[in-house]
């Protein structure tokens, strides 16, 4: 059996404790713009003219397609060098996550907007409506519970992805991790109290999304 | 991007290395997912209510802990629980991202064997057949074409988070890109070839995926 | 004790034996509140009553695919239970029709007959393919034999699945609705199947809906209603002289509507 130093396990907490004002506030900032991004993105895929809407799309499975930590990287050094703006770390990573989430909601509302319009926007316009009166009132209201559960769970995995903005040296639950553990040696404690960290947090919200799952399934 | 091309060809060894690393880093690790999501999702669906909750309770941990953390724990606390001076972070990945997508594919089979109708079961063992007879036979094949779709996109999840290996020194593709831009300065032609690298390497793989999908399709129908 | 309308099956075996059976489900419904009767071999007995009645629930007592509380199932002087090897080996000799076909989508046609001699008899391959061949033109299906289910229509299916379960060569046959989830054109083929099958002399036991059927090819008809059997008896009796009142209210709605 090994030494688990209790100590310093219960040392660790507080020490970490800054670190989730960033992980949680990466998580808050970065979800809203990810969500009116995402639509647009999905708007521009569905109802713009084809090539629009091709372009749309490649950018969408660029983002989905590779890896978060290179995107995270990518941004971090071309920014710079490339585009000549010099950006602190945080806004990097903001951008990133932004571009990179918005990318997995767009497909999300997309799947749901689409799996409704058919028919629902038919009957709507022989009602007399506008396309637009159409989308807002009945395609939209309706593709909302549809996507609603893929969204929360969008969500969480953004609030775990934020961890690996600790490679690029922003402060958040990992980066104090690590730089504990690179004080004081106690790797194994300090590491199971940043897994409790993230447990903690992040198990009620999957709780939570996969209760939504549940109730969304039943509605229809 | 002629500089992409020049890099490349002065440390074809290296990146030849590093290509090799990352397949096999992946085939091990979805192969491990695999089996024990096969694992512990017929274990949740036909093991009893203990076996369903604590298992359950796994799953759940490891689903809330991001993979990130999960890589950096296994290969700096797992040698220290385990006793051992070292462990190459290779074995470290594996095990992290086999154990991380397994639960997730856990969560896919048990779901899978739930979907078919009752009526499978009942004209199974109408027949007379045993239990696991029936499981082995009727449920099993179904429900691991319906498998398919939701496991593949976990494959491609898999091979995003491969790259996380980096951090512990595994020597895969992202981690070659790191030491090459160390070296030359580059980082711009080097990380977007990369991620053209990946962009086309899970294309791939999700089509061909995709693929197999299509043509057994027809024999899952509900 | 042979009744006396049943005169048919004077001298043959009781096949199928209920003895006061009741079954209760886990959410307090009772399905079943003491049902007894029995079945004669070479015997067609047509079981009708109205939806909820406890038909199917009865029919899947018969080979032990639901547990009863009280009370017990004879099949050819053995008690038929629900789990173990007693109650597999029971199932070997009595063959189950669904109403929703339930052939294994992701093995052909040939296959889904086979599957019977091949996993649980353990027969050689050749003797398997052999018997569902020839299983298969009794049906009128031999062409679709490579098919899979989801190409046939629903009639088709149904063929197959009755060959599934006859591949077993079992010495009884329950058949559960089996022709309620089909279209109306597709109805004739399966009830035709059917009619041969108890012409060649097979034990049946057929919950249906099928009036027709039941008034032409029945042996025996048994009327259930709220989980206990109203009455029983020939056909032209059944049909045309009712003894309770209730029979005779649900033969008139099924009138109705036929």
Not at chain 3, 175 to 185: G, K
Request: hydrophobic residues 50%; proline residues 5%.
């Amino acid at each position: 059996m090994v030494v688990f130093n209790w100590p310093s396990f219960w040392e660790a907490f507080p020490v970490l404790a800054p670190g989730l004002t960033m992980t949680i506030g990466l998580t808050v900032l970065v979800m809203p713009i990810a969500v009116a991004v995402g639509l647009a993105l999905a708007v521009t895929r569905l109802y713009t003219p084809k090539p629009v809407a091709r372009v749309a799309t490649f950018w969408v499975e660029v983002w989905r397609g590779t890896p978060l930590l290179l995107q995270l990287y990518w941004l971090y050094y071309v920014m710079p060098s490339e585009f000549g703006l010099q950006i602190s770390a945080f806004t990097t990573v903001t951008i990133g996550l932004v571009c990179n989430v918005s990318a997995f909601l767009s497909e999300n509302f997309r799947a749901g907007i689409s799996s409704i319009r058919h028919g629902q926007r038919n009957a709507a316009l022989a009602l007399g409506m506008s396309e637009t009166r159409a989308f807002f009132r009945v395609v939209l209201p309706q593709a909302w519970s549809r996507t609603l559960p893929e969204t929360v769970n969008i969500w969480v995995e953004l609030f775990k992805e934020t961890s690996l903005v600790a490679t690029l040296g922003v402060a958040d639950l990992t980066y104090r991790a690590m730089a504990l553990r690179e004080e004081n040696y106690r790797t194994l404690e300090v590491l199971t109290a940043l897994a409790l960290y993230y447990l903690f947090l992040a198990y009620p919200q999957a709780k939570f999304s996969d209760w939504i799952y549940r109730r969304t399934r039943t509605k229809e | 991007m002629i500089d992409a091309l020049d890099i490349i060809q002065n440390n074809r060894e290296l990146l030849t290395r590093a290509l090799l690393v990352t397949i096999y880093l992946n085939c091990l690790s979805v192969l491990l997912s695999l089996v024990l999501g096969v694992f512990i999702g017929m274990a949740r669906e036909y093991g009893g209510h203990i076996t369903y909750v604590v298992l359950g309770a796994f799953v759940d941990v490891i689903r809330s802990i991001p993979i990130l953390v999960i890589i950096i724990w296994t290969f700096f606390g797992l040698p220290l629980i385990l006793g051992l001076q070292n462990f190459p972070p290779l074995v470290a990945a594996v095990i992290a991202l086999g154990v991380h997508s397994g639960v997730y594919i856990s969560e896919v089979v048990r779901g899978g064997l739930a979907s078919v109708r009752q009526g499978q079961w009942q004209a199974g063992i109408a027949l007379g057949m045993t239990p696991i007879m029936v499981v082995r036979r009727i449920i099993l094949p179904q429900a691991a074409i319906r498998m398919l779709p939701p496991i593949s996109s976990r494959v491609i999840r898999n091979i995003k988070d491969s790259a996380l290996a980096a951090t512990i020194a595994a020597p895969e593709l992202f981690w070659a890109s790191n030491t090459l831009e160390g070296e030359t300065a580059k980082p711009f032609p080097i990380y977007t070839t990369l991620m053209i690298f990946y962009f086309l390497f899970n294309l791939g793989v999700a089509r061909g995926l995709d693929q197999i999908y299509s043509r057994v399709a027809i024999r899952g129908r509900a | 004790m042979i009744n006396d309308d049943r005169v048919h099956a004077q001298g043959r075996p009781q096949l199928i034996s209920i003895e006061n059976v009741t079954r209760r489900y886990p959410n307090g419904v009772t399905a079943l509140r003491g049902v007894s009767m029995v079945a004669y071999e070479g015997e067609v007995v047509c079981i009708i009553g109205p939806s909820g009645s406890g038909k199917s629930t009865l029919l899947r007592c018969v080979n032990g695919l639901e547990p009863i509380d009280s009370g017990r199932i004879l099949f050819d002087g053995r008690t038929v239970g629900v789990k173990g090897r007693p109650a597999r080996e029971i199932r070997r000799h009595i063959g189950m029709v669904f109403q929703s076909f339930e052939l294994f989508p992701h093995m052909s046609v040939l296959a889904n007959v086979g599957e019977g001699p091949r996993t649980v008899l353990r027969l050689p391959k050749q003797e398997v393919e052999q018997r569902a061949q020839t299983l298969l033109e009794r049906v009128g299906l031999a062409d679709k034999a490579t098919s899979l289910p989801a190409q046939l229509s629903g009639g088709q299916q149904q063929r197959v699945a009755i060959a599934r379960a006859l591949a077993m060569e079992p010495r009884a046959m329950l058949f559960d609705e089996a022709t309620s989830a089909l279209d109306p054109e597709n109805i004739g083929e399966v009830l035709s199947v059917m009619q041969a099958l108890a012409q060649d002399g097979m034990t049946m036991l057929v919950v249906t809906h099928e009036m027709e059927f039941a008034r032409t090819v029945a042996d025996w008809v048994v009327v259930m209603d709220d989980g206990l059997i109203l009455e029983e008896g020939r056909p032209e009796r059944v049909f045309e002289d009712p003894r309770l009142a209730r029979t005779g209210e649900f033969l008139s709605r099924v009138r109705k509507t036929s």
